[in-house]
Nanobody
Framework: QVQLVESGGGLVQAGGSLRLSCAAS????????MGWFRQAPGKVREFVAA????????YHADSMKDRFTISRDTAKNTVYLPMNSLKPEDTAVYYC????????????????????WGQGTQVTVSS
């Protein structure tokens, strides 16, 4: 089992910044990738960013890639999501995700690709 604990959410004014963190614990030795999704009220859960644990290749949603940049610290089993120039439409619950091992195709934008989900952290951007 793997546990994911997010932190760093909160209330910020439009144009501000936040940095989300997610620490993984438990059976993390075979981690293939980690990432972030978000879900706004009344909307479907959407992909934000992902990073391969070995090699560090990153993937970002086109609509956010200029403002959000995923990174990782393998020694700490932690993934980060600095978010800049935040907009009210970024308001959502942000979920950390982990894929435990490589199993062929890696459709990182699909929710069913990911094996573990965190509890989520609320990000609220006021106008």
């Amino acid at each position: 089992q793997v546990q994911l604990v997010e932190s760093g959410g909160g209330l910020v004014q439009a144009g501000g910044s936040l940095r989300l963190s997610c620490a993984a614990s438990g059976r993390t030795f075979s981690t293939y990738a980690m990432g972030w999704f978000r879900q706004a009220p009344g909307k479907v859960r959407e992909f934000v960013a992902a990073i391969l644990w070995s090699g560090g290749n990153t993937y970002h949603a086109d609509s956010m890639k200029d403002r959000f940049t995923i990174s990782r610290d393998t020694a700490k089993n932690t993934v980060y999501l600095p978010m800049n120039s935040l907009k009210p439409e970024d308001t959502a619950v942000y979920y950390c995700v982990l894929r435990s091992r490589f199993r062929g195709s890696f459709q990182y934008t699909a929710t069913n690709t990911w094996d573990y989900w965190g509890q989520g952290t609320q990000v609220t951007v006021s106008s």
